[in-house]
């Protein structure tokens, strides 16, 4: 029986809040989104049809209540809910209670999901429908003791993992068996914090793994066909950074395997809907004939389902609503092979700091524009756009950048092009690392697994230097800037630097760290600025500064960047750099905020979840002080200095502001 979905509720917000709607766009359905008290201005509330408030910013208070997604579709007459993937998308009280109040759950049942839903429960359901299973305990005595026999028996090194876990959340690497115990804590605090399970699994820690997965769709008919593989083994902290489809290297026999196995794990489990099914790839010895595992299936739509959709050239979200209508599978599994064409890559673009240990960062995003003119290989899944905030309460990612091209050669290239067209300024993204491990000549050569980003941390994550060069480009862009403004103001005010066409000097101060100033002279005639730093002069003719886009010539040579300047920084962003460099004010000191040695702040707003030392107590330099929680990632403040600590009254369960003061090391 078919049933016609003609109002969607999605219960998400983000890149795949809108990702959803654009299908529902073509397919004529009308759309309603929810909202927290963060997201009034969002652009999904913008895309959609209708929008309904629904609380506080946390999302445990707002996204996570079924109820209120539940209240929203009586308010809008919505007959149907896309859950996206995270929040209720794995949560199959939801997928009830949306079943019992007459309403379309777009997504596999109930019973499929709990199926999968523990980590464990799912590798003992696999093992018995003869998909082969990393090797590990998944057994219900947690006893440290049975823990610690089981590491044992699999032999180190293992990893631990919540069995509730996902995102790369819940997971501990042991190399050693004295390390084994504060894992397991550390995992099972992680898992009870973050998924409300604090039960574990251990496996063989595979050391050459490669991530491939299979996408799955299952209709009400109990069909299932795949449609091919992805490779998603860049990944930092467990995360994955770059996906893409096929998977390099593949062979023909390999992914019918692992199809196979995967349209097994399906059908075991009568899967409706989008799914997909996991595979760690033991590549010690190359990928040919090399054994796979089924790691975990995950029964919603994924983050990098775009780039089967590039090859496929299907709109997977369409299937996903037409399977919830009823419908049969659109396609066979042959037709889907037939379709398979050419290679696509994609990169999730994050707020974070890879070059400080990939730290989340927030603030207001300045300069991005993911509806700028794409080529047709190109495209941009987005949820945020310039002007709006990026917040603690919720993932980090900003968005995702895809490409396709005839081959995998090919769809690099083009996506390497499309981040280089893609500034971001306002807070600190990852944009500068994902050009760099595009770039890489291993990545290249398809040579990847999940250990690559650590391999080559040393060319990935150095830090960019910044030459005199950037300084004078800055300074060009601080002229440059303030002149457009000038032609921008009311024609009959005088401008500050109206200045009869004489040439005009002046200083720029700017900041280098570690309370270093860079000086430089400028001299301004017009559109022409000669910038001096130390003993070099740069002199830029015709320097402009229009919508976002510096340009200015050198020696008749025409240089072209992204560039934003506001009083406190510039920002310059050029093929493969994303540069900000602080401003120094004329009057000095204000920006002069070096705290005491030893004072520690916190690096974001964050909630204290673990207090390793005592006030009063003496400790070494790299010492484990507190463990604090900053969106939704746990991290570990270790003391910068040997000394005593001093002014520590903080406890486990304590929220603290950004830049609050924690504690103090003096001296003995
Ligand atoms: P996997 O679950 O295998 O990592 P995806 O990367 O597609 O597959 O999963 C993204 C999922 O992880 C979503 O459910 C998303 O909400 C969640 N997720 C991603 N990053 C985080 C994070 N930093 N904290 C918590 N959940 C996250
Ligand atoms: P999540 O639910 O957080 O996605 P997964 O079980 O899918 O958890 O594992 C996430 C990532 O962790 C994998 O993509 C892989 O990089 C790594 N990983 C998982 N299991 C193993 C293993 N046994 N050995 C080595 N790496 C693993
Ligand atoms: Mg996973």
Known sequence: ????????????????????????????????????????????????????????????????????????????????????????????????????????????????????????????????????????????????????????????????????????????????????????????????????????????????????????????????????????????????????????GMSLEMRRAMGQAAVTAAEAIGYQGAGTVEFIVDVANGLENAPFYFMEMNTRLQVEHPVTEMITGQDLVEWQIRIAEGKPLPLSQDEIEVLADGHAVEVRLYAEDPFNNFAPSIGRIGMFDPFADTVPTGRIDAGVQAGDEVSIHYDPMIGKLIAWGEDREQAIDALINLVSDTPVSGLTTNRDFLLRALKHQDFRAGDVHTGFIEAYEDTLLAKHVVSAEDYAMAAIAIVAARSARAHDDDPWSISDNFRLNLPATELLWFDAGDGELVTAHVVEDRQNVSVTIGDKTFAAKCAHLVDGILTFSQDGLRTRLFAEVDAAHVTLVTEDRTLTIKRHARDGGADDETDGPGTITAPMPGKILDVKVADGETVERGQPLLVMEAMKMEQTISAPRDGVVTGLSLKAGDQVADGATLLTINDE
Request: glycine letters at 10%; hydrophobic letters at 40%.
């Open 1 to 248: 029986m078919t049933n016609r979905i003609k109002k969607l509720l999605i219960a998400n917000r983000g890149e795949i809040a809108c990702r959803v709607m654009a299908t529902c766009r073509q397919l004529g359905i009308k759309t309603v989104a929810v909202y927290s008290a963060a997201d009034a201005h969002a652009l999904h509330v913008k895309m959609a049809d209708e929008a309904v408030f629904i609380g506080p910013a946390a999302a445990s208070e707002s996204y996570l209540v079924g109820d209120k997604i539940i209240d929203a579709c009586r308010r809008t007459g919505a007959d149907a809910v896309h859950p996206g993937y995270g929040f209720l998308s794995e949560n199959p009280g939801f997928a009830e209670a949306l079943e019992e109040a007459g309403i379309i759950f777009v997504g596999p049942s109930a019973a499929s999901m709990r199926a999968m839903a523990l980590k464990g429960a799912a590798k003992k359901l696999m093992e018995d429908a003869g998909v082969p299973v990393v090797p590990g305990y998944h057994g219900e005595d947690q006893s440290l003791e049975t823990l610690t026999q089981e590491a044992e028996k699999i032999g180190y090194p293992v990893l631990i993992k919540a069995v509730a876990g996902g995102g790369g959340k819940g997971m501990r690497k042991v190399f050693d068996a004295k390390d084994l115990a504060a894992a397991i804590e550390a995992a099972a605090r992680e898992g009870q914090n973050s998924f409300g399970n604090p039960e574990l699994l251990i496996e063989k820690y595979i050391q050459k793994p490669r991530h491939i997965e299979v996408q799955v769709f299952g209709d009400s008919d109990g069909h299932a066909v795949h449609l091919l593989e992805r490779d998603c083994s860049l990944q930092r902290r467990h995360q994955k950074v770059v996906e893409e489809a096929p998977a390099p």
